[in-house]
C-alpha cells in the first residue's frame, strides 16, 4: 500500500515552488487585508473572551485546558498569547495569529497532497483552500478552529510519509520510525486545538483495523513505527485526557450543545 505519486513528480519536487509561492501569497492576501476592523467589522463576543484568555496567560494564569468561555482547549490561545505579547494588546494581534495559521495550513495543504497524488493535485487542492470562503472566514477570526487542520494536516503528511519508507536497512528504519513518531506528536498535539479533533484517534483506530485486514503485511513490516506513533499520541493527549477525566464539570459547552 503506497501513496500515488508520480515518479517524474517526485524526481522534480522543485517544480511547485514558483506557483506555490504565487498560492501563498494569494492565501495572504485574503486573510490578512483588512482583517481588522474591515472585515470582520469589529470583534464578536467569541473573539472577546479569547481576547481576556490572552490576558490571563499573560498574567501568569496557566492550564492544559481553559475553562472559562465555556471551556477551551488552550493550544492555540498560547499561540494568540504570543502574538500578543509581540505585536500589540489590540485586536490586530489575535487576528494576525487565526491569519498565520490560516496560510500554514494551505502549505500544509500542498504538501499533504503532494505526498499523496502528486504536485499538481496538491497545487490544486493548495490553490482552492487559499480562496475557498469557510478557510478564509477562519483565516480572519480570532478564533481557534482554524489550527486543526495544520495539526491534524501535519500528522497525516508524517504518516504517510513513515509508511513510504520501504528501503531495507537501518537508516531507512530510524527514518521511518521518526516519522512515525512526528505523526503521533501532530496527532496529540491536534487534541490541543478544538473539540472535533477528538475524533482524530477514531480515524486513526478505524485506518489501523482497515490496515490489518487488507494490508496485514504493509502494517507488519511497519509495526514498530505504528506502535511509535500510538505511544508519543498518547502521551501528548494523556495531560489533556486526564484533566478532563478528573473535572467532568469543565465541559460546559460540551453539556449545553448535547
Known amino acids: 500500500m503506497t501513496s500515488p505519486t508520480p515518479k517524474s513528480e517526485i524526481r522534480n519536487p522543485k517544480s511547485a515552488l514558483w506557483p506555490m509561492t504565487a498560492v501563498l501569497l494569494i492565501a495572504a492576501a485574503f486573510r490578512f487585508i483588512g482583517v481588522v476592523h474591515q472585515s470582520p467589522p469589529g470583534l464578536a463576543h467569541d473573539e472577546v ?11 501568569g494564569e496557566h492550564a492544559i485546558y481553559i475553562t472559562r468561555a465555556y471551556g477551551h ?39 499533504l497532497g503532494r505526498k499523496l497524488f502528486g504536485v499538481r493535485v496538491g497545487l490544486m487542492a493548495a490553490g482552492i483552500t487559499a480562496v475557498l470562503f469557510w478557510p478564509v472566514f477562519y483565516g480572519r477570526l480570532a478564533l481557534r478552529a482554524i489550527s486543526l487542520p495544520v495539526f491534524s494536516g501535519l500528522s497525516a503528511y508524517f504518516w504517510w510519509r513513515a509508511w513510504d ?19 503521533g ?31 496485514g ?34 465541559e460546559f459547552r460540551v453539556a449545553e450543545v448535547a
Open 165 to 183: 519508507f520501504q528501503r531495507s536497512g537501518a537508516a531507512a528504519q530510524r527514518k521511518s520510525i521518526s516519522s512515525f513518531a512526528l505523526a
Open 49 to 59: 473572551a479569547n481576547w481576556l484568555i490572552s490576558r490571563l496567560i499573560l498574567s
Open 73 to 111: 482547549e488552550a493550544g492555540f490561545h498560547y499561540w494568540q498569547t504570543l502574538m500578543v505579547a509581540l505585536i500589540g494588546d489590540n485586536a490586530l494581534a489575535l487576528h494576525v495569529a487565526s491569519a498565520y495559521m490560516g496560510v500554514l495550513g494551505v502549505a500544509v495543504t500542498f504538501v
Open 217 to 250: 503485511r504493509e502494517l507488519k513490516a511497519r509495526w514498530r513505527g505504528v506502535v511509535v506513533f500510538g505511544g508519543v499520541f498518547t502521551a501528548v493527549a494523556a495531560p489533556l485526557v486526564w484533566f478532563l477525566w478528573a473535572n467532568p464539570g469543565a
Open 185 to 215: 506528536l501532530f496527532a496529540g498535539l491536534s487534541l490541543h486545538t478544538y473539540l472535533a479533533a477528538r475524533a482524530i484517534p477514531i480515524f486513526y483506530g478505524l485506518f489501523v483495523v482497515y490496515l490489518a485486514i487488507f494490508h
